[in-house]
């Protein structure tokens, strides 16, 4: 089936994106005006006289060299992005055609869908259970459908709040065939517009059923005591949970909730299966956080269903479309590309952003940009959630000779014989689930190294995106106008820039291992693809350039030190040049593709920010990891919405998180240090300027510093509700006060210092 041996039968199309070639005009001149700035740094760095100013010279020296060398493997981005589309309506037509009745029977393949989560606190069981509803509500044959739930927080609450959407789902699944829901969430559904128009019995009849549910799971959580809330017969599902089980320290937990054969919605259909599984865990065996949880998936499901497909989601990625499943065959039936696919990615969409997104939490460049710049390489990185992957993927390359065969023959993808009579409660089912979800199943297996998701870095969606690809396989990259899946965004600066701390950590793990994407990844991926991955890999890096030119130009600037060229020198406009250039591109970049000018201010601001704390601290943490002194885990983002917080954040207002926590004070003090010697710079200069102009008595030659007093402003301007945040406010998001009082004080220092 060559999709494009006909158009009536096409079934996906690519196109290369505008503007490529300007891109790499514009690259090259870039990299001549790259070329003179460092000229001109090696001419300044040999005429300093000073220790001073040679310290100085060859600190932005060294702050350009890195800029440039970011810029570099940022263009890998540019130079082949391309967009897709599918054409799911000719999927009927290929089936019919098709001599062979095999195809008929095999199309839809059989689908798994694994969901992560970690800890009821922090991911309300009521959520969770939305996402799971949302995708057993997929516009896709029951029969085919798994619906795979792991609780690495060994929690009763969710196994309760489970068994309690397994009935609402029964309701559910029915009411949302016969009126054609698209929104399958219950929770948006129900607050959406959509909803008043089905204003029959039923849908207040469901909506009612949905307030129990919902009810129940919240008190039930609220009380923290389940057995209030079950009746008899569901006692014997918590009968593991005894005295001694911790949340570090349990065996398996595995309840089949819901089985395709047997279970029935309420007009008489077939329901998906749904299987929760909470893996054994044990404080002597490393768990390996939710990469650990996806191969005890992979493992788990391989007994019972074995489904070709695999669909991994984060618990807060509810589904926003319900034919995506049918949607992304187009791909899989596809036997030109199939062979080598090893997954497809749909970005990670947001609801619930502020106007302006003042966090960046939309992350266009990570999750929709970029990813199109590697879609016409080798394909884009894997994020996660949202990924559609072949199980054969996870074991081995592509070729057969390059298959790794799990040993234990009912583990491995190409054993699709689960006998569909079988019942996946059966007993000798359940204990082989059992084994392969224990804590010991994996010591001196390949699970992890060479099977499975890759063990090792904190950022496991990318680490394994990248060792596939570096295994031969590709992967896709889909992307339609309305978004497959819908997550939650953090409601504060600090949830923001502890996210991006432990990304940071993951990718310093990756880049300072045998897999480093400038080694490794050049043998294997070839030069465009390794540098992608080494663009994040070396993103904690941003964290010097930034800090040297936050501080280093100011500090200058208090003491009359001019360091960039003169507005009357020709290398006054190298400097234009490559600032404009840079973030007029970017700026461009972004509202072509669907963005704001407002939007992208904020985006810039926060990767200044992410400068002096998430990169700051998450290389701090790496070091201190290596150097053996800590050990840390994946922190879970917070998903729960406190009412004040989410007010703010809906009003714009930048909230600075816990206002009495060491870890914020800490975390936000070099960002208030550099906003007040920013302040102290700029205004400090402008009233040199202003006195001068009174008196007559000019020593503020604005010739020799106008690029440091501009980039005090630009500084300034970047730091406004950072400002706000440290003295205008007095809510519990504000800059805690201790921040504030030694930020003045460091800077204070600074300024004396120098
Ligand atoms: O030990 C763990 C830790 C986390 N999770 C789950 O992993 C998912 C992602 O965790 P979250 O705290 O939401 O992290 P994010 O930073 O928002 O997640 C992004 O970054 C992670 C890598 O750091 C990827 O795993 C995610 O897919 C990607 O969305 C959630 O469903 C968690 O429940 C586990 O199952 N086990
Ligand atoms: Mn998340």
């Known amino acids: 089936m060559d999709p494009t041996s006909s158009s009536k039968t096409l079934l996906h199309s690519i196109k290369p994106m505008p503007f490529v070639i300007l891109n790499r005009i514009f690259a090259v001149i870039y990299t001549i005006a790259l070329l003179c700035l460092f000229y001109h740094h090696v001419t300044q760095l040999s005429k300093s006289t000073t220790s001073s100013s040679f310290l100085v010279s060859i600190s932005m020296f060294i702050a350009d060299l890195l800029l440039g060398f970011m810029w570099i493997t940022c263009q890998a981005f540019r130079l082949r992005p391309v967009t897709r589309q599918v054409f799911p309506e000719n999927l009927e037509k290929i089936i019919k055609t098709s001599d062979d009745g095999s195809v008929a029977e095999d199309?839809?393949?059989?689908?798994?869908?694994?969901?992560?989560?970690?800890?009821?606190?922090?991911?309300?069981?009521i959520n969770v259970v939305n996402t799971a509803l949302s995708m057993l509500a997929y516009d896709y044959p029951p029969e085919k459908l798994s619906v795979y739930v792991s609780d690495d927080g060994g929690s009763e609450l969710t196994l309760f709040a489970f068994m309690r959407a397994a009935k609402f789902g029964?309701?559910?699944?029915?009411f949302c065939r016969e009126n054609k829901v698209m929104d399958r969430c219950p929770d948006v559904f129900f607050r959406s517009n959509n909803y008043h128009p089905i204003k029959s019995d039923q849908s207040q009849k469901i909506k009612i059923m949905y307030?129990?549910?919902?009810?129940?799971?919240?008190?039930?959580?609220?009380?923290?005591?389940?057995?209030e809330y079950i009746n008899e017969s569901e006692h014997?599902?918590?009968?593991?949970?005894?005295?001694?089980?911790?949340?570090?320290?349990?065996?398996?937990?595995?309840?089949?909730l819901l089985e395709s054969n047997k279970d029935k919605d309420v007009t008489g259909h077939p329901m998906p299966n749904l299987v929760y599984v909470s893996r054994e865990k044990r404080?002597?065996?490393?768990?390996?956080?939710?990469?650990?949880?996806?191969?005890?998936l992979i493992r788990v499901s391989a007994i019972m269903t074995n489904a070709p497909i695999i669909l991994t989601q984060d618990c807060d990625m509810f589904s926003n479309d319900p034919r995506t499943p049918y949607n992304v065959q187009c791909y899989f039936m596809d036997t030109s590309i199939q062979p080598t696919l090893a997954y497809i990615q749909f970005p990670q969409c947001f609801h619930g952003l502020n106007k302006n997104d003042i966090y960046s939490s939309e992350m266009k460049r990570w999750f929709i940009m970029n990813p199109r710049g590697m879609d016409g390489v080798l394909g884009p990185d894997n994020m996660g959630s949202g990924s559609?992957?072949?199980?054969?993927?996870?074991?081995?390359?592509p070729s057969s000779s390059s298959f790794i065969d799990p040993r234990m023959p009912q583990l491995s993808p190409l054993y699709h014989n689960v006998s569909k009579s079988t019942s996946i409660r059966s007993e000798n089912i359940l204990e082989l689930a059992d084994i392969v979800a224990g804590c010991d199943f994996e010591k001196q297996t390949k699970w992890g190294s060479e099977v499975g998701f890759r063990y090792g870095s904190l950022v496991e969606d990318y680490f394994t995106g990248y060792r596939l690809h570096s295994l031969g396989w590709k992967s896709i990259f889909c992307n339609p106008q309305r978004p497959a899946f819908l997550g939650d965004v953090p409601n504060s600066l600090f949830d923001v820039v502890n996210q991006h701390k432990r990304w940071c950590v993951g990718l310093l793990e990756v880049l300072f291992s045998k897999f480093s994407p400038l080694t490794f990844g050049m043998q294997t991926l070839g030069p465009i693809e390794s540098l992608c991955y080494a663009s994040y890999a070396f993103s904690p890096m941003w964290s010097f350039p930034i800090t040297l030119y936050s501080f280093i130009p100011q500090l200058a600037l208090l003491n009359n030190h001019w360091i960039f060229p003169k507005v009357s020198s020709i290398w006054f406009l190298v400097y234009v040049f490559l600032f404009l250039g840079s973030y007029i591109q970017d700026s461009l970049e972004f509202m072509l593709a669907q963005g704001t000018f407002a939007r992208w201010w904020n985006e810039q601001r926060i990767w200044s920010i992410r400068g002096f704390t998430s990169y700051l601290f998450g290389s701090l943490e790496y070091l201190l990891k290596i150097l053996n002194f800590s050990t840390h885990g994946f922190n879970v983002t917070n998903k729960v919405v406190d009412d004040e917080q989410s007010k703010r954040y809906h009003q714009g207002i930048f909230d600075f998180g816990p206002p009495s926590s060491f870890s914020s004070f800490m975390m936000f003090l070099p960002l208030a240090t550099a906003a007040v010697v920013n302040f102290v710079a700029f205004f400090g200069s402008l009233m040199q300027i202003f006195k001068g102009s009174l008196s007559g008595d000019i020593n503020f030659n604005v010739d020799g510093g106008f690029l440091q007093l501009f980039l005090c402003g630009f500084g300034v301007l970047n730091?406004?509700?950072?400002?706000?945040?440290?003295?205008?406010?007095?809510?519990?998001?504000?800059?805690?006060?201790?921040?504030?009082?030694?930020s003045i004080c460091l800077a204070w220092g600074l300024c004396l210092a120098t």
């Open 107 to 125: 199309f839809p393949a059989a689908l798994d869908i694994f969901i992560c989560t970690a800890d009821p606190e922090k991911e309300p069981p």
């Open 719 to 742: 730091c406004l509700p950072v400002y706000e945040a440290m003295v205008m406010r007095n809510d519990k998001g504000r800059m805690p006060l201790l921040t504030t009082i030694c």
């Open 236 to 256: 014997e599902a918590f009968s593991k949970w005894t005295d001694d089980f911790t949340r570090e320290n349990h065996p398996a937990v595995i309840q089949v």
């Open 211 to 227: 307030d129990n549910m919902r009810n129940r799971i919240q008190n039930a959580t609220k009380s923290t005591k389940v057995e």
């Open 388 to 397: 559609f992957f072949m199980r054969r993927a996870f074991f081995g390359g």
């Open 283 to 296: 404080r002597t065996s490393p768990h390996h956080f939710k990469a650990g949880a996806l191969n005890t």
């Open 170 to 174: 029964a309701h559910w699944l029915a």
